[in-house]
């Protein structure tokens, strides 16, 4: 583990896998990166052959060109027709060659600068290879930092400019490698508003695809991340790579197949929209990359990615809490409530064995609909019937925590921050407003927007005993244009996620004791960058049971269970009209962090019994879910008619599975469980059967779904021996 220098052979050793990159005529080359090795001994002489058009740095040597060499930092201009890493401007043009001028190791992570890191840990250590462009006077840092028992890298790249004039950077990713040929799927995650994360799998062809976003936020069609995979790879085996972006604006992520089939695979800031210029002496990073690895089929690169994110990207005071079973009045009520009316919610939440109160959008200026009050971050007593903290001592008086929904990156036309600062909008000059839900979006790229958002945050924080925010952002960036030049718009979409960031950074830090959620209308920013700063993420607006399992099912792809939030709604569901059992509602939300929103005082008796119990089940199986490893078992998504997922810790397994639509005359399907022990005991709780690990993982359960509770089953496990 960790890394290893060895003449000019660098090797980044991670727990099962490793990168191994070599120095040749200064140029560093990508010898490997996959299963570990070790030792690197074979001199790689297939590329060296002459493959017409293509570029020879060296007019001896025909045989050596970029277009062929396996590279970490790909540039346009001398040879290599691929999708560059870098395009940096320096007088007339943008042709760089970078040689290599040193290697260090350092212990520990280095922190790319105003954006979110990985924590670091014990064993952690990173390798810096510097390069050099001799005619621009600009040096490329690359880091790769190990961690130790993992398989997941992080990197990022570096940029000084050392000489005496500007330069500009039009494009730069935060990492970029290139693999041999051979017949590669690439998997997305992709979707729209209310239907995020639909795992997209095709087959790798050459040409480019990529994915990426414009919007100014990572969005809800795209997640920034990619996973390659072998051809004949399925969860449960062959290889596996995935790429994930720490960042939350615009982001690119590609994989591209050449004329000779070799393979280049990218990430980081969309070019769109992008460019920063550094000034003599200046140094721009990029946004970290993560590089996860398995041999064991895809579930095993999700745990991969799931665990390295809760352990070394989640908040760490919250990486392992429980998170609390919460009612959120949203779907309650929207707009239209009373404290008469939330007290009535809390005090049905807090006898069904709840435990955080959210009161969601609408409690502050003149907000009585979505046109109007953003940016007015004023208590409406009249509407709360009292202050907020009255409103929070009457909940905490209930047994309940407090949770408060937030917008603060929006203004409102119609508000008195947007009457008194109307220039603080994004907004060109002379050109008039685009609306979405009708607001308008701060400029956070301004640092005196960052820092009366700071203020005002802290303030709110600072004067009542929050426990929980709901960080929402409901519309994407358009009319960019707040620099006197084009240079300047164009750093205004990368200088916005940096003020994101300033303010989070520093509100979250301030108040460590606050679990944040961030949403943009559910999942449209549900990334890494965020759940840096934000342990949980609210992951879908579509709070259908049967929508959500696709979501779910694709957000197990990279990210942890206890990043989600998932709640029981009310039917007819209110986005999709539809109606599902309120058994299958809460089995559906038992595979995330488990909510409610709907609301409690118009249930039956009958359905408080049915929430009482799905409330007091999901604390016995939370850690289960919440901090145990997930298996996937039967994909929903394509239109298939059922969903397993398995969740496991050395105490407990939890199976639940969906059957979407009865079916007749078919037989019941069987499910082979996994990662058991297979001598030990594990007791059916609900039935008082036991079964051996091996019978449950060789010859499997039958799902029969008993009458009247047709459409799901969650099967609850306890181990015995
Ligand atoms: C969009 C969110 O996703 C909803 O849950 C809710 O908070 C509304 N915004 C409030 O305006």
Redesign the pocket.
Known sequence: MGIKIEGNLFYIEAQTSSMIIEQKNSDLLLRHLGKKISQYHFSNRVHERDHAFSGNPDPNVRTYSYDTQRQILGTHGFGDFRQPALVLQHGNNALNQFKFTEARVIEGVVVASGLPNPYSAEGAETLELSLVDDLSQTRVKLYYTTYSGRDTLSTFIRIENFSKEKVILHRILSTMCDLPAAPYDVISLQGAYAREKTVRRQAVEQGTFSISSNRGASGHSQTPALILCEQEANDYYGESLALQLLYSGNFQAFVQQNQLNEIRLGIGINDENFAWELKPGETFDTPVALISYSDQGLTALSQESQSFVQSHIIPQQFADVERPILINN?EATYFDFQKDKLLQLADEASQLGMELFVL??GWFGHRFD?NRALGDWWVNEEKLGGSLNQLIADIHAKGLRFGL?VEPEMISEDSNLYRKYPDWVIQAAGRSHTYSRNQLVLNFANPEVVEYIKLTFDDILRRHAIDYI?W?Y?RNITNVGNGDTYLETQMQSHAYILGLYEVIDYLTKKHPQVLFES?S??GGRNDLGMMRYFPQV?AS?NTDAISRLSIQYGSSYLYPTISMGAHVSAVPNHQMGRVTPLKTRGHVAMMGNLGYELDLTKLSDLEKEEIANQVKRYKAIRPTVQKGRLYRLLNPSRGANEMAVQFNDDKQVVLTYVRILSTIETMETTLKLKGLDPDATYKLVDEDKSYSGAELMYAGLTMVLPQGDYLSKQLYFVKET
């Open positions: 949203w969601d959008d979505d929904w709901k929402d409901n949403c209308g559910g609210w607006d």
